[in-house]
Every structure is written in structure tokens, then in C-alpha cells.
């Protein structure tokens, strides 16, 4: 071997442990926190992955996701926040409205934060404004909550000579307050008297059943919560075994056997979470990035569950409905 080929070899041998040894840079790490549960939202977790997909990310290929899941149990998301960001995470996505939000805001002011929430995120202290949110934190506003006045007209539609409707509330829901303040205003305008029930747990659903029984309450509307979503089937059954004519606030429910269901389409929603988080992930401040309000919306009747119930739906509310399920 000639000497200038020798040397050029010898300088290649030495480059190998330093190629063999080289590391590829760590992959973005989303934080993911619902205040639901990953059973009752593995649709929507799907949804959430394929607007990451449409930037770019694609879960344990480019980047990955911790899951965190409160099952409805509010008290334990700020430890939750505060192991995300002691990890720490890149960004921190939240789901199941306020309670997720908030927690997270409470554990950082510098880790981007992508939020669903159901009420005005401004007035929450989320975000300074709409078009610019001026902080950490972003996202998708459901309006999940101001709805209930609408669900409770549909209801009465139903069952026009219901001398009184039920509200299923959870107390301990941050947006419960403007929730009840909602309905007692929209009852009042058709002079329709409501009946509180409130139910932080399966014990105290149990019993908001049994006294709509006891006190003969004709219908019931169920306010959004997302303790209420991880107990979506429980709250069907109970509404079916009663023989209470219920509306609830997403199509799942309607999905699973209740009679209707009136909201904003939850897997939409997700799917733009995703596309926010993905934003964020290639450098998009949140700071920027305007607050986006959910445009989809869906009526969902379950004819079989109305005709269990020796209900006849009007063909005005059936003409309306966005879909109708046999």
C-alpha cells in the first residue's frame, strides 16, 4: 500500500468509533393529560394521533407521548401536571376540559401548553385573549357548557308537557357554576322549573336516579363533566332501567344507548388538538397561535332507545337531527 493511501486509511479507521458512537438526537416528548380515562376516549386518542400525523409526528417513530389519565378524579391531576413537568416534556397537551387546563397552567409558565376546554379559557386565566393568547398556553375551546340551554329546549320538544326537567351537575366541575346560572336562565324564558342533582360519585349518581324516581322528574338533561364521561355507560343504564328521557352532551353517549345527544363533535376537536401540538412541536409559540372555537356540531337521536321507552319523536326534531340511529 502506498504510503498517501496508508495514511488515508489509518485516518478512516480512527473516524469508526466516533460514527459507531454517535447518538441521534432525543425525540420531542408530548405530556398528555386528561382529566378522563384512556378506556372511554381511545377513539378520540386516535383522532388526537392523526392530527399529529398531519404535521409530521407519528407516536414512537419522531416523538412520544406520556399518558396521563385522572378517571375522572380531578384531585389527582395537579401531581399529575407536576410529574409531567418534572420530567420534563417538550409540550403538554390536556384533554377533558378546565380541570387538565388548569392544572397544568398551575404547574408551569414555560412548558407550552395545548388545552380543550368548554368555557371562555380567557375568563379561566388560560390565555390573555382569543387571537392572542400571550402566554404559554392554546388550544381548542369546545363549547361544551354553553350548550345545556340548547339540550334543554330539545328536550322539552320531546316532552312538551313535562311540568319539570332534571339537571344532573357535577359540583366539582370548574365550569358548574356557570352551567347551573346557563340553565336556570334558559328554564326560567319557557317558565320550566328544574331540579338540581348533583353526583361527584357512583354512590351519588345512584341516588340522583333514585330521587328523579322518587319525586317523578319526566326528563333529565345531563350537564358535561368529564367525571359524567367516564361513567357514560353506568348513566345510560340507569336512564334506560329508570325510564327517564335524558339528553346528553356528546354522541357517544347516544352511541352507547342514550335517547339524544347534542354537542360539538369531540373527535373533530381532537383531531385539531393534534394539529396544534404538532404546531407547537416544530416552534409555533403558543403565544401566538390564535384560540380556536370547535365549528362542528352533532344531533344524535337513538330511535330504538325512544321506542323502548314508548317515546314518538317528533318529526321536527327527527328532520333535524344530524344522524339517527336505528
Known amino acids: 500500500m502506498k504510503r498517501r493511501e496508508f495514511i488515508l486509511a489509518l485516518g478512516g479507521a480512527a473516524a469508526w468509533p466516533l460514527a459507531a458512537g454517535a447518538q441521534p438526537p432525543p425525540m420531542p416528548v408530548i405530556g398528555y393529560l386528561s382529566a ?8 378520540l386518542i386516535t383522532a388526537f394521533q392523526r392530527g399529529l400525523a398531519e404535521t409530521g409526528y407519528i407516536e414512537s417513530q419522531n416523538v412520544t407521548v406520556e399518558y396521563r389519565f385522572a378517571d375522572g378524579q380531578y384531585d389527582r391531576l395537579r401531581a399529575m401536571a407536576a410529574d409531567l413537568v418534572k420530567r420534563p416534556v417538550t409540550v403538554i397537551t390536556t384533554t377533558g376540559g378546565e380541570p387538565s387546563a388548569l392544572a397544568a397552567k398551575a404547574a408551569t409558565s414555560t412548558i407550552p401548553i395545548v388545552f380543550t376546554v368548554g368555557s371562555d379559557p380567557v375568563k379561566r386565566g388560560l390565555a390573555a385573549s382569543f387571537n392572542r393568547p400571550g402566554g404559554n398556553a392554546t388550544g381548542i375551546v ?13 328536550l322539552r320538544e320531546l316532552v312538551p308537557h313535562a311540568n319539570k326537567i332534571g339537571f344532573l351537575l357535577n359540583p366539582n366541575f370548574p365550569a358548574s357554576e356557570g352551567q347551573l346560572s346557563d340553565m336556570q336562565d334558559a328554564a326560567r324564558a319557557i317558565n320550566l322549573p328544574v331540579d338540581v342533582l348533583r353526583a361527584n360519585t ?8 333514585e330521587t328523579l324516581t322518587q319525586q317523578r322528574i319526566p326528563a333529565l338533561v345531563v350537564a358535561a363533566s368529564p367525571f359524567f364521561d367516564t361513567r357514560r355507560e353506568m348513566i345510560v343504564e340507569l336512564a334506560r332501567r329508570n325510564a327517564v328521557p335524558t339528553i346528553y352532551h356528546f354522541r357517544e353517549f347516544a352511541d352507547a344507548g ?6 360539538i363533535s369531540f373527535t373533530h376537536a381532537y383531531h385539531q388538538v393534534g394539529v396544534y401540538t404538532g ?3 416544530k416552534g409555533t409559540s403558543p403565544a401566538g397561535l390564535p384560540i380556536m372555537q370547535s365549528t362542528k356540531f352533532e344531533f344524535v337521536i337513538n330511535v330504538k332507545t325512544a321506542k323502548a321507552l314508548g317515546l314518538e319523536i317528533p318529526p321536527t326534531l327527527l328532520a333535524r337531527a344530524d344522524e339517527v340511529i336505528e
Open 142 to 154: 369546545l363549547l361544551t357548557n354553553e350548550l345545556d340551554p340548547k339540550r334543554l329546549g330539545l
Open 202 to 209: 357512583d354512590h351519588e349518581i345512584n341516588a340522583a336516579f
Open 279 to 281: 404546531l407547537v412541536l
Open 36 to 43: 378522563r380515562s384512556r378506556v372511554d376516549t381511545s377513539h
Open 258 to 263: 342514550g335517547l339524544m345527544a347534542y354537542g
